[in-house]
């Protein structure tokens, strides 16, 4: 019989799927009905310092292939996040605590908060490309992912993974800044800056005008990116971008990935999402031969 | 899969103090008790219960802010984005039916009545005051058994609707009741309910942002409302520990209802 089981760094996952940040992770309610939908770690709503409404509506937007969206950042503050991470805490499988910042100083403050609420791992948003101040006006430049990872590091001992935006030219640079500043995985990518405009009312729908494309739309940016990423540094990855079926969590996989996450496609394929992926991928490792997930990763490569 | 569709007003109803009615044209099949988002263009986007579900949609606005006051203020051949309809609605049950409407509540409570054959549905509604009594002679033509209650006892019998509820759960035998109103209402309806050992399916209302089951700020106890309701079974109420308790505030912070 096949393992899903794996392990990102000494994080150890029963499967191979998480819930991507943004997505049903706002409260401990949602992570523990993800968490016992299947998923094999949860990541959670990006938390700030402070409580943020996040835009006004509309936020997002429907295509074919996937959304448009431009929340905001709206999180209740790492405070008020302290009761849901208790609660959430008692699922079953790692909560991963995302979180967004302007300094690294203020990384390190959330990221020891996190830590001290029980989150297994800290998610570094250095992508959310609709943030003035945040996101992915950080995760751009190498220089400052180094000095943000290195000081998260410093501050809290369980794994630190960087969320990293594909809206750059310099992403196999800011990767390898993770790596070299003692990173211990990188997840890619966050959404692709895109733009909706309501040919009617002649103006963009989304109130912050800009937003980020998800779903089967970006699923090959985010392979490429993934598989670029794999030639180049040798943390372990995480696959995100339209991932919705076993077939693209295995092509993530094969490109390079460890594991993979969910979001568009929790609300595209419903929340079981995670069971159908385990379900398929199982059944194509064992009609394919593959023993384990990490006699997959990369192999694309090869 | 719901994508933006511009509509145009086609007509605009002053129903009571503050609360208007707009009906546009949309195609989309709409149940009773789903609802729509709606794009107000410069200002937001708010869920809208549909008040019509012909083929002219409409939603009935109370103006309680500056989304529902610039919606409020719209006239006809203004233009809105509508996306949906979202949510489970209500399901039209056999037997016989009471429902039970507080505030806008009816709003969404109408085209439910009106989906059931006259004869076996009951109406109660209730306001704060007669002026703010809604949509009482839409009621009229699918029942003939309307009543109406008011907090001060200006129109119907003075008191709460729930205690209307209660007068006719006590009087006669229903098979379901369909409720929508404020939360404290809603929480005592189910009380009332239970207490008859009469099914009951309330419409909840929450912060709600993407419409789309993602975001996960309408969620009460993990359930999206948007998704999963906003229409609950008793079953499903009386497992949620924030029914009736509290609510997400636009943050995602609990507070007290």
Redesign the interface.
């Known amino acids: 019989m096949s393992s899903l089981e794996v392990t990102i760094g000494n994080l150890a996952l029963r499967n191979p799927t998480m819930l991507a940040s ?12 993800v968490a016992r939908a299947g998923a094999g770690a949860v990541v959670t ?1 990006s938390i700030g310092s402070e ?4 835009y ?9 292939d996937g ?1 448009i ?1 431009a ?1 905001g950042l ?4 790492i405070e ?1 996040f302290a ?1 849901e991470m208790r609660e959430a805490r008692s699922c079953l499988v790692p909560v991963i605590g995302s979180i967004f910042a302007s300094s690294p100083k203020e990384f390190s403050f959330l990221a020891s908060k996190m830590q001290d609420y029980g989150a297994a791992a800290i998610e570094l948003n250095l992508s959310c490309p609709h943030a003035k101040g945040y996101g992915m006006e950080i995760g751009v430049d190498p220089e400052t992912v180094f000095t943000v990872v290195r000081e998260v590091k410093s501050a809290c001992s369980i794994p630190v993974f960087a969320k990293l935006t594909p809206n750059t030219h310099r992403l196999l640079e800011v990767a390898k800044a993770v790596e070299a500043a003692g990173g211990d995985a990188i997840v890619a990518i966050n959404t692709v800056k895109a733009l ?1 405009i ?1 040919a ?2 002649r ?1 963009p ?1 989304l ?1 912050n005008k800009g937003g980020g494309l998800s779903g089967p739309a970006i699923k090959p940016i985010g392979l490429r990116c993934v598989y670029d990423l794999h030639a180049d540094v040798n943390i372990p990855i995480v696959g995100v971008g339209g991932v919705e079926n076993w077939r693209d969590a295995v092509e993530y996989i094969m490109a390079g990935a460890s594991a993979v996450q969910v ?2 496609g ?2 595209r394929a419903g929340l079981e999402v995670f069971e159908s992926i385990c379900t398929g991928m199982q059944a194509f490792m064992e009609r394919e031969g593959f023993n384990s997930v990490s006699h997959m990763v990369g192999v694309a490569h090869e | 899969m719901n994508k933006m569709r511009i509509a145009t007003i086609t007509s605009v109803t002053k129903e009571a103090a503050g609360i208007t009615t707009l009906r546009f044209r949309d195609d989309a099949e709409v149940k009773p008790g789903q609802f729509y988002m709606i794009w107000i263009p410069h200002i937001d986007e708010v869920p809208m219960s549909a008040s019509y579900t012909s083929a002219e949609k409409g939603i009935t606005i109370k103006d309680v802010g500056e989304a529902t006051h610039a919606l409020s203020s719209l006239k006809v051949h203004d233009r809105i984005g509508v996306r949906g309809p979202f949510g489970n609605g209500f399901m039209i049950s056999q037997g016989r039916v009471l429902i039970a409407g507080g505030g806008t509540g009816m709003a969404s409570l109408l085209p439910a009545a009106e989906a059931i054959d006259p004869g076996r549905v009951d109406v109660l509604i209730g306001a704060k005051t007669s002026s703010e009594i809604l949509l009482l002679e839409r009621a009229k033509k699918v029942s003939n058994e309307v009543h109406v209650s008011t907090d001060d006892g200006s129109m119907g019998k003075k008191g709460t609707v729930v205690e209307l509820v209660q007068e006719h759960l006590e009087a006669k035998r229903y098979d379901m009741v369909l409720g929508c109103g404020p939360e404290r209402m809603l929480s005592a309806l189910l009380k009332v309910c239970d207490k008859a050992s009469v099914e009951c399916q309330l419409s909840l209302e929450r912060y709600m942002k993407c419409g789309a089951g993602l975001c996960g700020s309408c969620v009460i106890d993990g359930v999206r409302v948007c998704k999963e309701g906003p229409v609950f079974s008793s079953a499903e109420l009386r497992k949620m520990k924030e029914f009736g308790s509290s609510k997400r505030d636009e943050c995602g912070r609990s507070v007290r209802l």
């Open positions: 943004g997505v049903m992770d706002e409260t401990a309610g949602s992570l523990l009905r709503k409580p943020r409404k996040g006004p509506g509309p936020t997002l937007v429907e295509l074919d959304y969206n929340m709206p999180n209740p503050g008020a009761a909706a309501s009617e009312i103006r729908i109130s979001g568009s929790v609300g």
